[in-house]
């Protein structure tokens, strides 16, 4: 039973147009979000978290949004970069067992 | 700084055989955590370690054991490796495991089982 989908396994966007992720996770004991991104042969790296009290998370080119009603969150990069092409994962944390909960992974693609 | 080093990057081993997957941080961190990625599947976290001294069993533990050596390494034992083991192994590390606690990974070890 996965708590935290990605449902689109892929995304393919033109450089300098927006990118959007999306997950969705069903356990409202979920607090706290993060987004990580991951390169070819590497492990992933931290991009931006949100805490469940706030709806958005802004950082540079990469903005976070909660909508708790909905269990939904969503990554927006703007503009796209080829060098954003990437894996990316969302995490929720899970109040109850104190461990991350990782979705199953978007890739994405900013074609020049 | 190497932050999160994981050895070896590849193996290829046959049913039946046990091997150990290396995992260092030097980062001084307290938690440490040995995730599985497979397709469609995301990230499945096997077994932790909160802190120096402790494991526990995380989503997918079966089929695997894992020593905390010392506060910087953390291994993870296949003792008798069956296929559906094949996956790409990340260690990670953590100051604790807090919700806030940012989880740095290790570049990963790719494992198939014949």
């Known amino acids: 039973d996965q708590q935290v989908k990605q449902n689109s396994p892929s995304l393919s966007v033109q450089e300098g147009r927006i990118s959007i992720l999306n997950c969705d996770y069903t356990?409202?004991?979920?607090?706290?979000f993060l987004w990580y991104k991951k390169y070819p042969a590497e492990g992933p790296t931290f991009l931006i978290s949100i805490s469940s009290i706030k709806d958005k998370n802004e950082d540079g080119r990469f903005t976070v949004f909660l909508n708790k009603s909905a269990k939904h969150l969503s990554l927006h990069i703007v503009p796209s970069q080829p060098g954003d092409s990437a894996v990316y994962f969302c995490?929720?944390?899970?109040?109850?067992?104190?461990?991350?909960?990782f979705g199953t992974g978007t890739r994405l693609k900013v074609l020049a | 700084n190497a932050g999160v080093t994981q050895t070896p990057k590849f193996q290829v081993l046959k049913t039946g055989q046990s091997m150990t997957l290396q995992c260092a941080q030097d980062?001084?961190?307290?938690?440490m955590y040995w995730y599985r990625q497979d397709p469609g599947m995301g990230l499945r976290l096997i077994y932790y370690?909160?802190?120096?001294?402790?494991?526990d069993k995380g989503e997918v533990p079966n089929g695997y054991n894992v020593s905390r050596l010392n506060k910087r390494e953390f291994s993870l034992r296949l003792e008798s490796a069956a296929p559906s083991q094949t996956s790409v192994y990340f260690c990670a590390s953590s100051e604790a495991m807090g919700q806030s606690d940012t989880q740095y990974f290790g570049p990963g070890t790719r494992l198939t089982v014949l």
């Open positions: 370690s909160a802190s120096e001294g402790t494991t």
């Open positions: 995490a929720a944390w899970s109040s109850g067992t104190y461990k991350y909960i």
């Open positions: 356990n409202s004991m979920f607090d706290y």
């Open positions: 980062m001084n961190h307290n938690s």
